[in-house]
């Protein structure tokens, strides 16, 4: 009989590759076991259970960095009072504009020879902590079609520091301001980062397009029209853009067909968004002023002072002013800085946002005044210091109005806007397009709620509608509409393929019979459209609009 054979012998390599192995096979075994019988995973076992929150949601600093790699410069905020922001700590471009943004995505501040420590101005001796000012609004605060060194924050900050006398602290002024902001938008953001964002003073700028709803954001980092869930009515999309952007197509549409090329001020209707004249515009200028009331009486019991920015003489400041003056709350000062610019003499070639040049006018304006109220220190020398304001700007300076001015013309404003108020709506010929709050796009098409305000003919009188189906989408078909008049039911039209487009109904009574009637279209569903490459939600299109006397 022959011997038997040996056992193989194994290399030391090769029984640590055959014990990883094995250990491997082990550990895939145990986890499936302790997954299938315990719903837990090793890894979880060996470093502890994490929080439901930390596993299905990712960090800030992730969602910063996944956001970096997209192309539009902004970010959702996490507080929807607030929507959005700058992409942080980025270089991002604002339509045309390379712009910095810090660690909260606002607008950094330039870290210029001329900012705090340039040579020759006076340092504090021993060092202080330094005077903040925030500079808080929309676009044009933010300084929209400006470099980061021309924005108004910067420029107040650099001849505050030009100016100030010796010993005292270095003043550090901040833009919070984000353009496509509304009132709660700014207010809220101030409010959520207070911590990170202590001040002195605020200099807050309001606007007239703070009245229509705050946009949101889409994954790739720019703006979009999508119903603003921090307003009572988040299908009515009340939106500066889309108004301009319909009479812009108006236009283009006009002379594609060999017409006007333009539509007079009065053919379009007095702007009703901010007119004063109904229950939606006074209760959006309420919320409006509410907003500036709250923050500043939060700021007060911190011991921070606010002032006012009048940028423009505007009717809706009249309006905003007057319920500031009677709400029984302290006094804010107001600043009053340029008459309108009819000209735009002060603006940007291709928009009318302020240039540069106006910008720093307005910056030495806001030192004067913060001298003059004796906010910043100073006085009569450090203003004396200032740069000197061309003539051009002295000339165009806005008249400083006591409360009882505002009232007044903000009576008569509602009175000239309530003459000039129109009984019809015409997408096709651009009639009355400005009497519509929102809902309606580009292109005729009308969102699922459409909101207008309309002259009403006389007693009696009766409501009619033009509409017709969105071609080449017969899945949205029969689309039911209600339809309101000031809130009460007027009744509901089903808009079917190849059916009637005309529909016509009398308007209910009304106890006081107004001049004027909020008329609201509320479609039942809407399906995504396609407009010159842009997408967009839409249930019909609008032809007409109109109150007439009743036959």
């Keep these: 009989m022959g011997r038997p054979s040996a056992a193989p012998h194994l290399s030391s390599g090769a029984r640590v590759l055959l014990a990883v192995v094995l250990l491997v096979v082990f550990g895939l075994l145990a986890e499936g076991a302790l997954s299938l019988l315990g719903g837990r995973s090793l890894v979880e076992v060996w470093r502890g259970p994490r929080s439901a929150r930390e596993w299905m949601a990712p960090t800030e ?21 607030v929507g959005f922001c700058l992409k942080p700590n980025s270089e991002v ?43 808080l609004g929309d676009s044009v605060a933010f300084g929209w ?30 833009t919070v301001a984000i353009p496509g902001w509304n009132h709660r938008n700014a207010v809220h953001f101030l409010l959520d980062h207070w911590d990170a964002l202590p001040a002195d003073i605020v200099l807050y700028m309001p606007i007239d397009n703070d009245l229509a709803n705050g946009y949101g954001v889409t994954e790739a980092g720019h703006r979009r029209e999508n119903p603003d869930i921090a307003t009572s009515e988040p299908f009515l999309r009340v939106s500066s853009d889309q108004r301009h952007y319909v009479v812009l197509d108006l236009i ?86 340029l008459k309108p610019d009819p000209e735009r003499r002060f603006t940007l070639p291709s928009n009318p946002h302020p240039n540069a040049k106006t ?18 220190p100073g006085g009569a020398d450090a203003i004396a210091r200032l740069p000197a304001v061309p003539a051009e700007y002295t000339d165009a300076r806005a008249q400083l109005l006591e409360p009882a001015d505002w009232a007044s013309r903000s009576a008569l404003s509602r009175s000239k806007d309530r003459s000039q108020l ?68 007027v009744g509901s039209l089903l808009l079917e393929e190849g059916g009637p487009s005309e529909w016509v109904s009398a308007l209910p009574a009304h106890g006081e019979d107004p001049c004027e009637h909020e008329i609201r279209l509320v479609a039942e569903r809407d399906v995504v459209t396609r407009y010159m490459g842009r997408l967009r939600m839409g249930s019909y299109v609008l032809l007409s609009l109109e109150l007439r006397e009743a036959p």
Aim: aromatic fraction near 4%; proline fraction near 7%.
């Design 359 to 376: 910008l720093d006018v307005v910056a030495v304006w806001c030192a004067e005044a913060l001298l003059l109220q004796g906010l910043v």
């Design 422 to 489: 129109l009984s019809r709506v015409d997408s096709e010929t651009g009639e009355g397009l400005r009497q519509v709050y929102g809902g309606l796009q580009a292109g005729q098409l009308a969102a699922r709620q459409v909101l207008a305000l309309l002259a009403c003919p006389g007693e009696g009188a009766e409501l009619a509608l033009e509409l017709r189906s969105i071609q080449d989408r017969p899945d949205l078909l029969p689309l039911r509409l209600a339809v309101e008049s000031d809130g009460q039911e």
């Design 93 to 135: 471009d604002v339509f045309g504009i390379k712009v910095q943004s810090d660690a909260l995505g606002m607008r950094a501040r330039p870290a210029a020879s001329e900012s705090v420590g340039a040579p020759g101005a006076p340092e504090a001796t021993p060092p202080q902590e330094p005077l903040r000012i925030h500079v």
């Design 145 to 174: 079609g400006v470099e980061d060194d021309e924005a108004l924050a910067h420029r107040l900050e650099v001849h505050l520091n030009a100016v100030r006398p010796a010993g005292s602290p270095p003043v550090v002024c901040q």
């Design 252 to 337: 283009h549409r006009l002379q594609a067909q060999g017409g006007v090329e333009t539509r007079s001020e009065d053919e379009l209707g007095p702007r009703v968004l901010e007119a004063d004249l109904s229950e939606e515009s006074t209760r959006r200028l309420d919320e409006n002023a509410a907003d500036i009331r709250l923050l500043a009486d939060l700021l007060e019991q911190r011991g921070t002072h606010m002032m006012l920015l009048q940028y423009s003489e505007l009717p809706y400041l009249w309006h905003l002013w007057s319920r500031l003056a009677a709400d029984g709350g302290p006094s804010i000062p107001i600043l009053n800085l």
């Design 61 to 81: 600093r992730d969602r910063w960095l996944a956001a970096a790699q997209s192309p539009g410069p902004w970010h959702v905020h996490e507080d929807p009072l």
